[in-house]
Nanobody, 128 residues
Framework: QVQLVESGGGLVQTGGSLRVSCAASGRTFSSYTMAWFRQAPGKERRFVAAISGSGSRLRYADSVAGRFTISRDNAKSTVFLQMNNLKPEDTAVYYC?????????????????????WGQGTQVTVSS
């Protein structure tokens, strides 16, 4: 069982930066693929970024590539999402998710079904 707690959301102006964090419980953090998803008001939850257990492989949604950076600190069981050049369309609740790496076949999945544990979410609002 893994518990995930996000933090770091808030209000930022267009063009600004924000870093959200996700702290995980458990002793096998490095065995999990970690990902960020987001859900904007009235829309479905969508994939944002994923990182392999070792941190050596990354994957991004086209909408955030070049602006967002996912990283992890396995010693602290924490995953981060650095968001730069934020736009109003980035406004959403951001969710951290963990998936057992062995179940994904070594591929960084974008589908929610591959992630077993979810945080409660943190609100990010970008004002225009």
């Amino acid at each position: 069982q893994v518990q995930l707690v996000e933090s770091g959301g808030g209000l930022v102006q267009t063009g600004g930066s924000l870093r959200v964090s996700c702290a995980a419980s458990g002793r096998t953090f490095s065995s999990y693929t970690m990902a960020w998803f987001r859900q904007a008001p009235g829309k479905e939850r969508r994939f944002v970024a994923a990182i392999s257990g070792s941190g050596s492989r990354l994957r991004y949604a086209d909408s955030v590539a070049g602006r967002f950076t996912i990283s992890r600190d396995n010693a602290k069981s924490t995953v981060f999402l650095q968001m730069n050049n934020l736009k109003p369309e980035d406004t959403a609740v951001y969710y951290c998710a963990a998936g057992v790496s062995a179940r994904t076949g070594g591929i960084l999945r974008t589908e929610e079904e591959y992630y077993d544990y979810w945080g409660q979410g943190t609100q990010v609002t970008v004002s225009s």
